[in-house]
């Protein structure tokens, strides 16, 4: 393969609903475009001549049904006798063409599956050219496992059209394995699980040396979100009808609405415990309840058993049983609802893995797959030891590690961490990776929350949080408050988007400025500790007033009032200094507290004695 160093090779995930383009940079795999910018619905419209792609193009499919073109994927290599189940979905005409191939009709123009295709990844890649500011005329594009040779062939004839080089056409899962690094593991089975919008299939992969092996692949091509989001509108246009009479019709308009709303509620449903749900029907007339998230599992259950159902059956014609399967890998944006990771997870007894955004993974693996045929993947780290150091944010904004740098992968640590006030309910985790002290100074990786604690007094609970890198170089940070169980979990690549570089730059760093950092981390420290000092005086002085005689109340004013002074400013010695001096200037009032506690104590007892 002859590709200069330089040259561009696009990763192009060429999907039913949306497709997507990831490059190798020099960090590593990277999806082209910012946000929803980067996905283009796979949606073409034509009309006068002209064809209009994207976002731009899907807007028209109300208004030109017969002119606007979706789901092209469906039709590649196909004839119509094989898309008899196909064709009432789709509301434009197919009709039959050469070599026993499908033709879509617009206008009286014949257009073929490929050219349709090509339009799209002319889309794709002129919005790369322009975001990467050079010309670019290669690409590795991928396809579900079970497309036949008519269909893969008609993939890179799409390519071509559109002025690409397809150096590779790569299945789906395999892309998939590639972007969280499976290519690396030496003899290893691989369940590969993509739930999108409007499709299905699982697959089982089997890889050794670097060569990923498709055991079996199962699934229905029209099993999805959309189902989920049809079944919660039943629900709800079924109670309104209970409610408010049979009569009651939905126009077009509001259909489209409440499919709207529907899928918005079932994404919330995914984050969230539950959903309220408003729908104003006019006339002084409005539909309100609440959804829980068990209420919706319930709903979604049927779906989701037929996936898993799938799931055993991938396994049986692969021969492997489910202790066979060494990695779970999600794909598709229906793999965010946690009751589908929950089942995945239990039917191959792994823990899926669910790091990577499940709607780029594809993409970014084929971008992987580029960067190899590249010549680029060279100079990426090999993951056998972490190259910085990961840990939490601590009170103040201070790294706490948890795992140095150079530790060999897999490895695991943890430590107990609590609160700093009281009844606090929830704990935020930030997740740091870097050698400073400050969190400033450090790159975030994630954040998750620990919700739901019981309402404690501050330092009571105790919230244990565990780092843990498997193999893959995937973090795992685990946080349980041991006296609730409450539990709160979050997965991390670091592994993506560093390069050699970057790591040396941030480790010279952390040697350049580790006097200051010291000093600052320190300084946080001491004001964390000066804090607490001078709330238990302000609580000692209410509780016990009239302990302190002149001369000691005035010693203790002037020691606070300079330690609060210094606060400010960056002399750790200095503050330590005026946190001793408030220690010793309080000392009469912390005897004359315990004095109090002690003889309400022994008076208590001697109550009790007389009871009995
Ligand atoms: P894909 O075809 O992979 O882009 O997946 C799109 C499907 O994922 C649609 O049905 C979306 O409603 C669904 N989806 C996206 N995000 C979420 C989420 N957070 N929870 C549940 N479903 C989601």
């Known amino acids: 393969m002859n590709t200069r160093e330089n040259e561009i090779i696009l990763g192009i995930d060429l999907g039913t609903t949306n497709s997507l383009a990831a490059w190798y940079a020099p960090g590593g795999p990277e999806v082209i475009g910012a946000g929803d910018d980067a996905l283009v619905p796979s949606v073409i419209a034509l009309e006068h001549g002209a064809a209009t792609v994207g976002t731009a193009a899907k807007a028209r499919a109300v208004l030109n049904p017969l002119g606007t073109v979706y789901s092209v994927k469906r039709l590649m290599g196909r004839g119509l006798a094989d898309l008899a189940d196909e064709l009432g979905f ?65 993939t890179r004839d799409a390519g071509r059209i559109a002025g690409l080089e397809v150096l590779r056409i790569v299945n789906e899962p395999t892309a998939a ?23 299905f299939d699982v697959s089982i992969l089997h890889v050794e040396g670097g060569v990923f ?115 779970v890998v999600m794909v598709g944006g229906s793999t965010r609802i946690p009751m589908v ?22 993409a970014l693996g084929a971008a992987v797959q580029a960067g190899i045929l590249g010549g680029h993947r060279r ?36 430590e107990v961490f609590t609160t700093s006030a009281d009844g606090q309910t929830s704990v ?29 007094p501050a330092g009571a609970p105790r919230i244990r949080v565990t780092f843990m890198i498997d193999a893959n170089g995937i973090l795992h940070v685990r946080a349980v408050e041991e006296r609730s169980g409450r539990t709160a979990s979050i997965q991390i690549t670091p592994s993506h ?69 210094l606060l400010g400013g960056g002399d750790p010695d200095a503050v330590y200094e005026a946190m001793t001096a408030a220690n010793e200037a309080a000392a009469p009032l912390t005897e004359a507290q315990m004095d109090a506690v002690l003889s309400r104590t022994v008076k208590g007892r001697k109550l009790d004695e007389v009871g009995e």
């Open 213 to 327: 092996q498709v055991l079996s692949t199962h699934g229905d091509t029209h099993l999805g979100g959309d189902d989920l989001d049809r079944a919660l509108i039943d629900l709800i246009t079924g109670e309104i009808r209970d409610r408010f009479g049979e009569a009651l019709s939905f126009p077009p308009a509001t259909r489209q609405a409440l499919r709207q709303f529907a899928e918005a509620t079932k994404i919330r449903l995914s984050a969230e415990p539950s959903a309220a749900v408003e729908i104003d029907l006019g006339e002084g007339r409005a539909y309100r309840r609440t959804i829980t998230r068990g209420q919706f599992e319930t709903l979604a259950a049927p779906w989701v058993e037929r996936t898993i159902g799938a799931c055993r059956e991938a396994m049986d014609a692969a021969g492997v049983a489910p202790g066979g399967i060494d990695e």
């Open 497 to 565: 988007g560093l390069t050699g570089e970057e790591v040396q730059r941030m480790v010279r760093e952390s040697w350049t400025h580790a006097r200051e950092d010291m000093t600052a981390h320190r300084m946080i420290d001491l004001r964390n500790e000066a804090g607490r000092i001078l709330a238990a005086i302000d609580k000692a002085l209410a509780n016990v007033p009239g302990a302190l005689d002149d001369a000691q109340q005035r010693r203790l004013d002037d020691a606070v009032a300079r330690l609060k002074a």
């Open 379 to 414: 100079d990426m780290l090999l993951l056998d030891v972490t190259p910085l150091s990961l840990g939490i944010e601590t009170l103040g904004g201070a790294m706490g590690k948890l795992i140095l740098r150079n530790s060999t992968v897999p490895c695991k640590a943890s």
């Open 177 to 199: 394995a590639l972007a969280y690094g499976l290519d690396r593991r030496e003899n290893a089975t691989i369940a590969v699980y993509d739930f999108g919008g409007g499709t």
């Open 90 to 154: 789709l509301p434009y005409h197919v009709v039959q063409g050469a070599h026993d191939t499908v033709r879509v009709e617009v206008d009286g123009r014949l257009l073929s599956p490929q050219e349709l295709s090509a339009i799209i990844l002319g889309e794709v890649r002129h919005r790369a050219e322009q975001a990467l500011g050079r010309p670019i005329a290669k690409a590795v594009i991928t396809v579900p496992a079970y497309f036949d040779d008519a269909q893969r062939q008609a």
């Open 341 to 362: 990771v929950r089942r995945v997870g239990e039917v191959f007894g792994r823990e899926p893995y669910t790091a990577i955004d499940p709607d780029r993974v594809v």
């Open 428 to 456: 935020d985790i930030h997740v740091l990776q870097g050698e400073r002290e400050l969190v400033a100074d450090c790159r975030s990786l994630g954040r998750f929350k620990l919700a739901g604690l019981p309402p404690m």
